[in-house]
């Protein structure tokens, strides 16, 4: 049985991470600031949790001591608009973060760290279209920063010692759960979750703002899935992937036609919609899929339907 620590376990891609994983017959550990003991309960399988800061050397080292995984999957991040507003939490979580993650990785024999990166990696001088996965990253947030620093950390650490380093950087990811405070991208997930509870929402970009987006389904899969890619075959220590180009007006027509009334209007916030155009909106994926066969499964319609399922039983 794989023995798999998932940082951030409790976080938007962490419970979906943990959830596959379990139905891949892992033994699983989440490590998190915080803990919810519901969703544990509602899982089937070898899971348990410890409370902790990656942040926190202890914290990191101790799990990896008692429960020996095999593979760390680092999900755990300060985002923005907190990441930018504290900088030294940030750089504590983000980038110390990391650290503590390949060191104890190091000292512990773990096999394999698969960390969680971003399109924010890359800078205003990226391609708006299409960006290749080699592209030079010149971020301008901290948040941004933070991810470069760490793709390249766990680059040294597989040079030098030989640690299964391997990355994935991620377009804005939509899903249930995502809240408001996670970015200015939450809109693609507040869309579909706010009128599948009955409310209404109010979209703060333009309805011709466009940018790519990943059903988190997708998102956590994909590390997966490039956890079990054969290590011949992979010719990048960090991989960038792609879902799908959208539409605010497009995104709104699609909560339409599974959600028959949605409320949805547009409130353009200029700082929202700037944010927006300035990142890439699609991410040259044909590496991935060429050396671990990536690909997502759920494209614009299929997401929403298995999301605002999710939300209304929930509810």
Known sequence: ??????????????????????????????????????????????????????????????????????????TGALLPPASESAPYNSFQVNIAGTFNV????????????????????????????????????????????????????????????????RAIRFPPIFGPGRGAASGWTAYTSLAIEEPAQGRPYALKVEPETATGILYVRDASRSLIDLSNGESTRLTSRSYSIHGYVVTAGELAAAVGRHIPGADITFEPDPRTVQFVNSIPRQLDDSRARADWDWQPRYMLDDAIEDFVEIVRSRR
């Open 1 to 74: 049985m794989t023995r798999s620590l998932v940082t951030g376990g409790f976080g938007f891609i962490g419970r979906f991470l943990t959830g596959q994983l379990l139905e891949a017959g892992d033994s699983v550990m989440l490590l998190d600031v915080v803990g919810d003991d519901a969703f544990l309960q509602g899982l089937e399988g070898d899971v348990r949790a410890v409370r902790g800061s990656v942040a926190s050397w202890a914290d990191v080292l101790e799990p990896c001591l008692q429960f020996n995984p095999d593979r760390i999957f680092h």
């Open 102 to 165: 390949l060191e104890a990785a190091r000292l512990c024999g773990v096999n394999q760290v698969v960390y969680a990166s971003s399109v924010a990696s890359y800078g205003p001088d990226a391609p708006t279209e299409l960006v290749p996965n080699d592209f030079s990253q010149h971020p301008t947030g901290f948040y941004g920063v933070s991810k470069v620093c760490s793709e390249r950390m766990g680059e040294y650490y597989q040079r030098r010692y030989g640690l299964d380093f």
